[in-house]
C-alpha cells in the first residue's frame, strides 16, 4: 500500500490529451474493485463537452509564459483570431512526441497553431509548462477535500516504448512543474502496464452471445494495445499469484510501439482531404489568417469519427463504414473560396458548395493508413510472446485500451485480423484504463511483479588481462598482475527477466595501495554480452563514487568495495558500500541527454 500518504494520485500526460485522477487509501478498500476513484470529466473551456481528458495545448503570451492550457487554451487562441490579436502569441499542442522523434520512426505529428514543437529542446520547456498546469488544477481539486500537497502520492504515466532518459527527464520536468522530487513520493508508471492493472481490476467484454465477467487470473497471460492520440504502445504480461495471494503481473517481453494514434488519422483529414477539396493555397491561406475555422473543420471530423458507426461486409466480414461524412463550411471559410472550388464541391456525390463531403471508402482509407501498421505491430509482437512464452493454453487474449479504442472500427478491424489467433478484448472504460490504472499502481506498486530488462546495465572494472583475446593499448600492470582496463562488468542482462527491487551485487578492489577512493562510471548495451565498455553499442549513462579512506588501515588485499544494482522499476538505482566502515553511497541514475 502507499504507507504514509492517505491520498494517491496519477496524471495521464498523452499526447492529444491528459487528464488525473485520485483516490483516498483506507483499510475498507484495499481490495482494488471497492476504490473509488476520481476525476475530471469537464473543463475550463471545453463548452460543455464530458470527457476524462483535457486537450494537452498551451497558449503562450509574448513573454513566452503560459496565459491559459487545455481547451481554454485553444478556446482564447480562436477569439484572438476572430478579433485579429495574435500577434505574439503561439498556440501549440501534440508536443509530448517531440520529446522522441527517433523512438517513433520521424517527426512527431504536426499539432495545429502557429509552431510545432519538433525537437526536445523545443519539447521540454512546453512539458514542464502543462504539467505545472495540471498538478496545480489537480492539486486544487485534491484540497478542496481537506488534503494538503504533503499527503498525496503522485504517479505519472509514461509511454511504455520510452527509454531510461526520457523517464528521467520527465522526472525532473515534473519536479521542475512543481511535483515531489523524492521517488516514493512521485512514481512513474508504463501506460500499457498501468491499462493492464485496471482491465485486472475492471475488464468486462462479451464473448459470443453471453455477457460475463473477465478478469485477468493467475496463470493467464495477456497482450495490451494502448491506442492513444500519437502512439500506441504494446506490451505483454502474465499474471502470477503473490505471496498474499493477490495477482501480480509479470512482463514477458520488452514493449513495442510506434507513431500511430488518432493525431496522425486527424492530421491525413487536413493534409489529404481538406487540401484536396479546398486547394494547397486556401488551406495556407485559412492557416495564416483564420486557423479557427480549421479548428472548425476538425472539431466536426473528430465527433464524426468518435461515434461513426460501422457495419460487416456480408462477403469478406470486413467492417465498413455505414454513412459518408458530412462537414458543413463555416460561412467565413464558404467566402474565401473561388467559384472553381465551389464548383468541385457541388460535384462530389451528395455534395454542395458550402459542404464537404467524404464518401464511407474514403473514410476507410485514413483509418486504413494508421491501422495497418497497428495490425503490423500486433503480429510482431505476438510472435515475440509466443517465442518468449511458448504457445498460448488457449486463445490470446488482447486488451485494447486508449482513446483510440473506442473507434469500432479499429476493434473490428483488428479482431478480423486475428482471428482465431487472439479475442479482443475493450473494457467500455477504455479511455481511462491508462489513468485509473496508474492510481493503482501509486495505491500499490507491488502489483507489478516483474519486468524485462530492457538493456544489459553494468560498469566499467578492470580484469585479468587474456593474451590473444584482450588489446595490448588496453593492457595495465598492477601489484595484482596483468589487468585490463576498460572491462564491463555485467549486472543484468537485456530481456532478462527482473523481479522489481531486485538486487544484483558485486565485489570490486581497488587498483593501488594508496588508491582513497573509487569511481564506477555505470554503462548500458543493447548486447547481450558486451566485453568492453567501448564496444560501439555501449553507453555511459552516469557514475558513483565512494570515499574508501576509511579502509586504508586494513591490509591491501582485504579492501573491497560492493557495488550494488537496483532494477525491476521504472528507473535503477546504484548503492556503493565500503565494508570496514559501512559507508554508503546511494543514488538513482540520472542520464545524460540533450534536453
Sequence with gaps: ?????????????????????????????????????????????????????????????????????????????????????????EYISAFKMALTPERYGGAAVPGLGTVNADSPRRARP?????????????????????????????????????????????????????????????????????????????????????RKRLGVTAGSRFVVVDCGGGTVDITAHRADAGPDGTVRLREITTPRGGRLGSEYINRSFVTEVLTERLGAPTIALVRERAEHLLFDLVDQWEAWKVAAQV????????PRFKRRANFSLPSELYDMLDDETKRRLAEYPGGAPHRIVVDAAEVARLFDEVIDEILRLVDKQLERVRLADGPAPGVEQLLLVGGMARSDYLRHRLALHLSDRAEVISPVDAAVAVLFGAVHFAYDPSVIRARKARYTYGCETYMPFEKDVDPDDKRVDTVKGLRCKGRFSVFVTRNEEVEVDRVVCHTFCPVTPDQSSIAFALYRTRDQAPRYVDDPHCKRIGEVEIDISGSLRLPFEERSVLLRMRFGDTHVKVEAVDPATQRTMAKTVRFDSAY
Design 1 to 89: 500500500m502507499s504507507g504514509e500518504y492517505p491520498v494517491v494520485a496519477a496524471i495521464d500526460f498523452g499526447t492529444h490529451g491528459s487528464g488525473f485522477a485520485w483516490t483516498v487509501v483506507s483499510e475498507d478498500d484495499r481490495e482494488a474493485s471497492q476504490r473509488r476513484i476520481l476525476f475530471q470529466d469537464r473543463w475550463p473551456g471545453s463548452e460543455g463537452l464530458v470527457y476524462p481528458k483535457n486537450l494537452s495545448a498551451l497558449l503562450l503570451g509574448q513573454d513566452g509564459k503560459t496565459l491559459a492550457w487545455g481547451f481554454d487554451a485553444r478556446r482564447e487562441w480562436r477569439e484572438l483570431g476572430i478579433n485579429g490579436e495574435r500577434d505574439g502569441h
Design 311 to 318: 457495419d460487416i461486409d456480408p462477403a469478406s466480414g470486413a
Design 126 to 210: 512546453l512539458i514542464v509548462a502543462y504539467l505545472r498546469e495540471i498538478h496545480r488544477f489537480a492539486l486544487g481539486e485534491i484540497m478542496k477535500s481537506g488534503y494538503q500537497p504533503e499527503h498525496v502520492r503522485w504517479c505519472l504515466t509514461v509511454p511504455a516504448i520510452w527509454d531510461d532518459e526520457q523517464q528521467d527527464f520527465m522526472r525532473k520536468a515534473a519536479a521542475e512543474a512543481g511535483l515531489p522530487e523524492d521517488g516514493d513520493q512521485l512514481l512513474l508508471a508504463i501506460e500499457p502496464e498501468a491499462a493492464a492493472l485496471h482491465c485486472q481490476v475492471h475488464l468486462a467484454g462479451v464473448v459470443g452471445a453471453e
